[in-house]
């Protein structure tokens, strides 16, 4: 019903810059939070940033100052800005949103597949 799909991830040598997408598509009657989460080898997942509907942002201590989130609502899209890259951001990086669906009450929570970041030293 709802697809999230994540673009952008890659190599990156530390320092350097990377800026993610991710697009949701299908039945969408709006989308409230979308956010960023990344999974390191042999970690938990863990949350990088959110952004409300109305583009309020917050981000992970770790990323404060580096990485900036911003959303297109008429797109459906979610960005993930990411700069001055250490080799410790290496991690699979997935889109997460919420999202009233058509034709359904309340809101589902959809996850997209994850990208790779890669930072080296």
């Known amino acids: 019903q709802v697809q999230l799909v994540e673009s952008g991830g890659g190599l990156v040598q530390a320092g350097g810059s990377l800026r993610l997408s991710c697009a949701a598509s299908?039945?969408?009657?709006?989308?409230?939070?979308m956010a960023w989460y990344r999974q390191a080898p042999g970690k938990q997942r863990g949350l990088v940033a959110t952004i409300t509907s109305g583009g309020r942002p917050n981000y992970a201590d770790s990323v404060k100052g580096r990485f900036t989130i911003s959303r297109d609502n008429a797109k459906n899209m979610v960005y993930l800005q990411m700069n001055s890259l250490k080799p410790e951001d290496t991690a699979v990086y997935y889109c997460?949103?919420?999202?009233?669906?058509?034709?359904?009450?309340?809101?589902?929570?959809?996850w997209g597949k994850g990208t790779l970041v890669t930072v080296s030293s």
């Open positions: 997460n949103a919420h999202v009233f669906v058509v034709g359904r009450i309340g809101i589902t929570e959809y």
């Open positions: 299908g039945s969408i009657f709006s989308i409230n939070d």
